[in-house]
């Protein structure tokens, strides 16, 4: 049997590659104090996570054949909680340094008279 062409792609083929088309530029306002705000914000919800485990902690009898996947199920539970309050306290760390390294940069940049000087 003689090989044939492959069929076209269900996607649309003649699209441009992605690495081709790029967004307009844009900035995004923001103060520094309302991103410290954001990353105060992310780790109360890490302490909030962190109460997942607790709240799931304990024996809970469903008795029968039922009992080692009500035991499994919670267990996988309390690891996401644990799991998700360190992602959240992570990224509120990594977004005050943010906060921080924009603080830092206006202070190197704008002297103590509010005048521009030199990097």
């Known amino acids: 049997m003689a090989a044939r062409q492959a069929a076209e792609p269900v996607d649309d083929a003649r699209a441009r590659p992605a690495a081709a ?6 900035s995004i306002e923001i103060l520094a104090l309302e991103v410290h705000a954001l990353a105060a914000t992310l780790r109360d919800a890490a302490g909030e996570a962190d109460v997942i485990g607790v709240r799931l902690n304990g024996t809970h009898q469903v008795n029968g054949t039922l009992q ?5 199920f919670l267990d996988c539970h309390r690891m996401a909680g644990l799991a998700l309050a360190g ?3 992570w ?3 990594t977004v005050a ?7 830092h940069l206006d202070a190197v940049i704008v002297a ?3 005048r521009p000087r030199a990097a």
């Open 68 to 72: 080692p996947a009500v035991e499994a």
């Open 91 to 93: 990224l509120g760390s």
């Open 87 to 89: 992602e959240l306290r």
């Open 21 to 26: 088309r790029r967004l307009p530029g844009m």
């Open 97 to 103: 340094a943010v906060a921080d390294s924009w603080v």
């Open 112 to 114: 103590p008279a509010g």
